[in-house]
Every structure is written in C-alpha cells, then in structure tokens.
C-alpha cells in the first residue's frame, strides 16, 4: 500500500515537474516506438530524484524491465549451479531474439554511465 502510494506519487511528481516522457533516452534505442515513459533506473528507489528515472519509450522501457526480470530469474535458477557458456548465450538468443555480444555489453554500459556522468555535470553547472 505505501509502496504503491509512493509509486504513485512520485510519477506524478515527474510529470508534474518534467513533463510527460517525450523522448527515449536508452543510448541504444531503436526508435520502435512513440510512446515514452518515466523508467525507474536499476537498483534506484521510488524518490523525488530525477536522477533516479529516464525517459523510455515503451520498446526499450520492456527490453529494459525484461532484463531486469530476466537477471532476477537467472541468479534464482542459478543458485546452487553454474550455467556453461553455451547454455547462457541459448538463454540469451531466446530472451531478446539476438546474441548480444560481450563486448557489446561492455560498451553499452559504458555508454550508459557516460551519459549519466555528463548529464550530472549538466544538471550541476
Ligand atoms: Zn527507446
């Protein structure tokens, strides 16, 4: 009940201090969608931090939940037994439709807190 309210309200917050999500801003989108949405980052909380959401759109607000839930469920099967190479990068294929090489990852994520590093600056100066 709490967590919902606080769901709620901060939503509202965003909407009401930023505006509706009008663009994505994953550093790899595809421009699939128009539809944009506030995305909680992985690992943040539901706070009055605009720090703590991106803009999405709905395309890779669900690539981006997927993995999150994706994750959640490979450490749950994980516990107690390790995946071989070939077996991760099967669940990997069947999960996205793409092998995402590692270095691709590598990249990405990089880009990612780039992107957060400059937007920080930004948002200081
Ligand atoms: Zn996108």
Known sequence: MTKDNNYYNV???????YGNANKCESPECEGKSKTFQWALLKGKSYKHNRENFWMLCRSCHRKYDMTKEWNKKISKANKGRKFSEQHRKN?????????????????????????????KLKSIN
């Open 91 to 119: 669940i990997a294929i069947s999960s996205t439709g793409r092998i995402i090489p590692t270095e691709t990852k590598t990249k990405m994520s990089k880009s990612i807190t780039e992107w957060w590093r400059l937007r």
């Open 11 to 17: 939503h509202q917050w965003l909407r009401h201090r």
